[in-house]
Every structure is written in C-alpha cells, then in structure tokens.
C-alpha cells in the first residue's frame, strides 16, 4: 500500500512537471527535427546558420527585424571581419547629432545593430495591412518548441479547410495559434540560391533560417553546453569523493561506536 | 547558541576569539561543538541545501544587478545585454533563473520533511513559524523577481497578483494603486520591486539566522521523533553531518547544473523572451511552477475575495500544525494511518500544481471520464483543506501510535545489527 501510494505520488509529479512541455502547441503538432544542436553535445552547424542568414537577409529582412544582433555578431557564424565590414556597409544607419546638430546616414559598421526594415510599429503595420511583424532575435525561444515551431510554421501553410472563415487578407496554417495568419507562406522552392551551392528546397530554407533564429536567441548556446561538460565531470567526480569520504567519517558510528 | 567548548591550540587565535567569539560561535553553530542526532537521514540535507541556494541566489543577484537597468523602457534590453555582452552574463542569469527553482524545490521538500517527522511540535513550534515566515518572504521575493526580466509574463503575472488585493473590500483598489503606484504596473512598479527584490533576501538572511538558532535550542529533530536523552544518542555535527551535506550539495548541484546547461528555460514560459506589452494580454497566463498549487485554489473559488482568501488560508493554516496535530508520536513513521493519508496530501497538492498550469476549461481524461480543471482544482482545493482542518485533527488523536524504541542510541545499534 505504501509503496502503491509513493509510486502514485511520484507518477503525478512527473506528469505535473511534463505538463509544462505538454502545453506547447495551441495548434497542430509540431515536425520534430534532428538538429545539430539538440542534445548535450549538439552544437550549431556554422554553415548553415550562414545559410540561414542569408534566408533572412533575403526574404524575413522585407518585413522582420533581429534588433539584438549586431553586425560583429556574424563572426560567431564563421564571417571574417572584412566580410562583417562589407556586409554592414550594405546598410544605411542613422547617427548623429552631428556638430551642426543635424541627424545624418552613414554606412553602417561592424558595431550596430542590424537596421530592421521599419522605423517603428506604426510605419511597420501601415505597410503590411495592419498586422505587425514582430521582431525575430528571440522567436525561438518565445514559442513552445521553439526553432521546431518555426520551422513548422513555415512549412505548414494549407489551403483553408471547408467552412473555416478565415478573415480578409489572412492565410490558412494550422501550426499558428487560431490557424489564421497574415503572413503570406513566405518560403517556396528554389526561391534563392545559396552561396555554398546547397539545394535551396522550401524544407531546406526553413531549416536554414529556423536554425539561424535559434542562434539569434541563444548566441550562447555552445559556450553554456561546452562549459556545462566540464561542469557536470567536475560536480560527478566531486560527489563521489563525498560519497566515500562521508562513508568512512561515518564508519565508527555505524559500527555501534560511541562519538 | 549553547556556550562552545572550542579551545583554539594557535595563540593569537586565541587572543582575537576570546575577545570577539566568532570562531566558538562557529564551532558551537555547524563545528563539531553542535552535537546532533545521529539518525538524521537524507532528508535532513535539504536545510543545509536551502542555505546554499540563498548564498547563490544573493551572490548571482548581486552581480545580476550591477548590469540591469530597472526601466520599462530597458529592463528586456538590459537582460538581452547580460545574456549576450556581459561575460558568462548567460551563465549568471540562468543560475538565478534556475536557482530560484531550485529553492523552492528544496524548501517544499524541507517543509515536507518537517511534516512528515512532526519537527513543527513541541518544542520546536518558534522554530517552525520562523520557517513559514521564510518561505512567505521566498514567495515575495520571487515573484517580484519574476517581475524584473519584463516579459509579457512577467508584466501579466504581476497584474494579475496585485490585482488580488482589490478584492478586498471599501479599500481594495486603493491598496491597488498604493502597490502599483499609479494606476496600472507601469515604471514605478517595477522600480519598487526591483528595490524590494534587492532588500528581502537579506530580511530573509536574517530570518534564517533566527532559525538556526532557535534549532540549536532545542536540537535537530529526528526520524524516530523521540527526544535525545544523552550524548550517546548524538554525533558532533562536523564532521558527521558536514561530510554527510557535502555529499548531498554535490548530487543537488549535479540537478542544477543539468538545468542550467541542458535545460535553463524549461522550467520558465516562452511568452517571458516577449517583451512586455500593455496593449496584448497573453492566452494563459500562469505563474511560475512553485506558486500553481495556490493558483489552483485561488481559480477554484468562484468568488474573487473568497478565492484570495482561501489562496491565502492554504500557507498560512501552516502556523496552525502545532496545534492541529495531537498525537502522542512526533514522527509519522509510527503513525501508518496519518503516514498514508499525508502521502494522499502530497498527491493532492501535486494535482494542484497541474491544475494551476492548465486554463480551467481545460479537459482532463481520467479513465474515459471528461473532468474540466476548474471540478478537479476544487476537488483537490477540498481535500488540501480537509487534510488540514479535520484529518490531520482527527487521526493524529484517534489513531494510537506504533511503541516507540527507547532511545535513538537502541534503534541505531539495532539496525546496524540487523545489516550486519
């Protein structure tokens, strides 16, 4: 009976803390994919979070901003600090006050951030029929399954089952909380071509840039598993010396010795 | 703390500690002149292991602290600049993130060991209350921490807390707007918290300091729950029980470690990497994991003051076990009918937990049967109270304990000649 009941308690509070994963989508299921940087030693694929960089600069970048990276970011993807130069020079940014007073544009340097494509919400919802794009740094940490839901969500638009009434200028995607969104399917075959030669597959673009999101968001992420490896090979190796030590301190006491 | 027997060999030690004791305080507090039961089992570690998730918690604050902005304009941004600029800023927040999880896992564990071997009787009632008293200001300081990130969550979670106070009748909404100071969490708010976040650590500092000492008056309880009667019952703290810590702070650091490496956002809400905004209320908002039981009681009242009420009435009924618990034996370990129900309790505030995590329409399938939360949560809401106001009352002076061992020193030996 005791042992019915503690396994019972148990059970319940591992389905309690699994619930908190068992929220995840509003929607349909999520497409779980074998990133590289799943488990304990995943770590990115350099190559293509590139890809992925330039999915974004050449399809997101019309509407998304990823306000929190900046230029001098790249070189964590394997950009060279000439290449980092070249490509913040592409942009225009606004600095100033200059000793005239007057705000002024220069090229952009490796320094500041990457300009998003609007200069506030409101110009942003005026271009794209009252819907705002959000800004993209964290999207993959700010959805249930993260980089899984986004890559979902990019290859999961439909065509809108019969009798669902989906509102003007919105699109059917199941993955979406409410299945309606006003994102256009943004991604289709062979819509780019890629630097490195890659097969640009809508499957493979959603890969790219879902992979590369998950670097904007967590920019760490090698550091902290490569860091926790040794962590956790310290803390094991620690803990068993407790456990002998502590075995032989209480040695006397166990064998019925008064201390 | 008893008078210390330390007699320090090194002559200006000896010299500085007879003018300014601190080393015998020591020696008397966590030294070996601290003698304690020598039964303790493990779940006596998680007094010692909640002491280090405070220091780690202070410490990653304070460092914390020196790079964030308390703005509604900056905070999200300052917390995007520890977690990408600031060196190992990463590894800083998510111990923080993560260690105040930790401290609550290890605190509702502590609290479970106090109720399960009766260490809230007599004579350790003061020492009990001064435990409540800590894991009230925890659940402060943590939700004001919750706060500071400014994530829809958090703006969201602390909207829909401080709005609680406005059940409260003729002055509810001006203890609202006192809280917020103005007229909706917005700047001042947060600042008050981040100030008040920053100050209630070292409150409960002290309040743990008080603990400590009102445990050395009467000594450690044990898993027998019967009192020491002399020093054959007893080991000196260190190292016996330094040695027995060390051991439990690596397995406990080898779980935190493992979250804050492998996991550091599973135990948080994705909506919290959304900035905070006024304009766009989130689909479910849900508390952090350690206040959901209560979150649970508090939905399952239809009634808004009633609901804060009972929300409330669920910790604090804790300061009653004193008296609620009326039986000969400390320990449930003698008291198999007590045993089974308090395991029932811990079942039930499980299912509180997960009732709190779900929206109160939500469907739960339990043997092809269709429960919405919101029965389940005031099914389990009924129960955790009856398990304090009648059970605990009834059983602990109806049911007649199992006999007692004479002593810790006779169960101690016994068991060892059983092993052997």
Wanted: with cysteine; net charge neutral.
């Amino acid at each position: 009976m005791k042992k019915l009941i503690k396994t019972i308690g148990v059970a319940l509070a591992f389905s309690a803390f699994a619930s908190f994963g068992a929220q995840a989508s509003e929607g349909g299921a999520l497409k779980q994919v074998d990133w590289s940087f799943n488990g304990a030693f995943g770590q990115f694929d350099k190559a293509q979070l590139r890809r992925g960089f330039q999915v974004y600069r050449e399809v997101c970048s019309a509407c998304h901003s990823v306000r929190l990276i900046a230029f001098r970011n790249l070189a964590d993807i394997g950009f060279s600090e000439d290449e980092i130069k070249a490509i913040a020079a592409e942009y225009e940014v606004q600095d100033g006050p200059n000793d005239d007073g007057d705000m002024f544009m220069r090229p952009g340097r490796p320094s500041d951030r990457i300009p998003g494509p609007f200069a506030n919400e409101k110009q942003a919802r005026a271009a794209n029929n009252g819907a705002y794009p959000p800004d993209l740094s964290l999207m993959a940490k700010a959805r249930f399954g993260g980089p899984d839901y986004i890559h979902s969500l990019l290859t999961g638009y439909e065509d809108a089952p019969e009798g669902f009434e989906l509102g003007e200028g919105m699109n059917y995607n199941p993955v979406f909380a409410g299945a309606q969104i006003a994102m256009v399917a943004p991604i289709s075959d062979d819509m780019l071509e890629y630097a490195d030669g890659t097969p640009a597959t809508a499957d493979q673009i959603s890969r790219d840039v879902s992979a590369f999101l998950m670097w904007t968001a967590e920019p760490s992420l090698e550091a902290r598993k490569s860091l926790g490896f040794r962590v956790m090979l310290f803390l094991v190796i620690f803990t068993v010396l407790f456990y002998f030590i502590n075995k032989k301190v209480w040695k006397p006491v166990k064998r019925g010795e008064q201390v | 703390m008893a008078s210390s027997t330390y007699e320090p060999k090194n002559r200006f030690i000896k010299a500085v500690n007879q003018q300014l004791p601190i080393l015998s305080l020591i020696h008397g507090a966590v030294g070996a002149g601290y003698r304690a039961p020598k039964n303790l089992n493990y779940w006596w570690n998680f007094g010692s292991l909640a002491g280090v998730c405070l220091v780690v918690q202070i410490i990653t604050g304070i460092v914390l602290a020196m790079h964030y902005t308390p703005h509604t304009s900056l905070a999200f941004a300052s917390v995007e600049h520890i977690m990408r600029d600031v060196n190992y800023g990463w590894l800083l927040r998510y111990i923080h993130a993560n260690g105040a999880s930790m401290f609550f896992i290890v605190v509702y564990v502590h609290i479970f060991r106090g109720l399960f071997f009766g260490s809230y009787r007599n004579p350790r009632e003061v020492l009990w209350f001064l435990g409540v008293i800590i894991y009230l200001l925890m659940m402060a300081t943590g939700f004001m921490g919750y706060v500071l990130p400014w994530g829809q969550m958090s703006f969201w979670g602390a909207t829909v807390i401080t709005n609680l106070f406005s059940a409260i009748p003729v002055v509810g909404d001006s203890i609202v707007a006192w809280l917020w100071g103005g007229f909706s969490v917005d700047n001042p708010t947060l600042n008050r918290f981040f100030s008040l976040h920053y100050l209630l650590p070292f409150v409960i500092v002290g309040v743990v300091i008080l603990h400590i000492w009102a445990l050395h008056i009467p000594g450690s309880n044990n898993p027998l729950g019967i009192d020491v009667k002399g020093p054959q019952d007893q080991v000196p703290f260190h190292p016996y029980y330094t040695a027995k810590d060390a051991f439990g702070i690596g397995v406990f650091l080898l779980l935190f470690a493992f979250f804050v490496f492998y996991a550091p956002n599973y135990l948080g809400h994705p909506d919290n990497y959304t900035e905070a905004n006024p304009m766009v209320t989130p689909p479910h908002i849900v508390p952090e994991w350690y206040y959901l039981p209560f979150y649970a009681i508090l939905r399952a009242i239809p009634d808004k003051l009633g609901g804060v009420i009972a929300m409330f009435s669920a910790i604090l009924i804790l300061f009653a076990m004193p008296w609620l618990d009326g039986s000969p034996a400390r320990s449930a370990r003698f008291r198999p009918i007590y045993r089974m129900l308090l395991w029932v309790f811990v079942a039930d505030t499980f299912l509180l937990g997960y009732v709190g995590a779900h929206a109160p329409d939500y469907i739960v399938h339990i043997g092809g049967v269709e429960i919405p939360c919101l029965i389940l949560g005031q099914a389990a809401t009924a129960f955790y109270f009856l398990f304090f106001l009648v059970i605990v009352p009834v059983v602990s002076r109806w049911e007649t304990p199992l006999p007692l061992p004479k002593s810790i020193n006779e169960a101690v030996l016994k068991k060892s000649a059983a092993k052997a």
